[in-house]
């Protein structure tokens, strides 16, 4: 049984930064694809980014160059550091976990989901 929970979350002024962080407990979910996807009111679940066991990252477009996914020397945190935070980024944000690869699980979905953490910009 795998089991996400996020913390970091928080309200903060566009152009600034917060760090989220994810610890993954569950057998083998060091060899999972982690992740994070969030979902802004009245909006669907979009995915933000993710990371393979090998350190190989996937990176929605509206985030690229501002936001970089990283895991911890445990390999089951995953950390999620945003910068130039802008309104567009409210929304509450999920760790994810899938043990299919990465490129297949923004394909097909991911498996398990954390219970999410609020980020306000404004």
């Known amino acids: 049984h795998v089991q996400l929970v996020e913390s970091g979350g928080g309200s903060v002024q566009a152009g600034e930064s917060l760090r989220l962080s994810c610890t993954a407990s569950g057998n083998n979910v060091d060899k999972y694809c982690l992740g994070w996807y969030r979902q802004a009111p009245g909006k669907e679940r979009e995915g933000v980014a993710t990371?393979?066991?090998?350190?190989?990252?996937i990176y929605a477009d509206s985030v690229k160059d501002r936001f970089t996914i990283s895991k911890g020397n445990a390999k089951t945190v995953v950390y999620l550091q945003m910068n130039s935070l802008k309104p567009e980024d409210t929304a509450t944000y999920y760790c994810?976990?899938?043990?299919?690869?990465?490129?297949?699980?923004?394909?097909?979905?991911?498996?398990?989901w954390g219970k999410g953490t609020q980020v306000t910009v404004s």
């Open positions: 990371i393979e066991t090998d350190g190989t990252t």
């Open positions: 994810v976990a899938d043990q299919v690869d990465c490129e297949s699980a923004w394909q097909y979905g991911m498996d398990h």
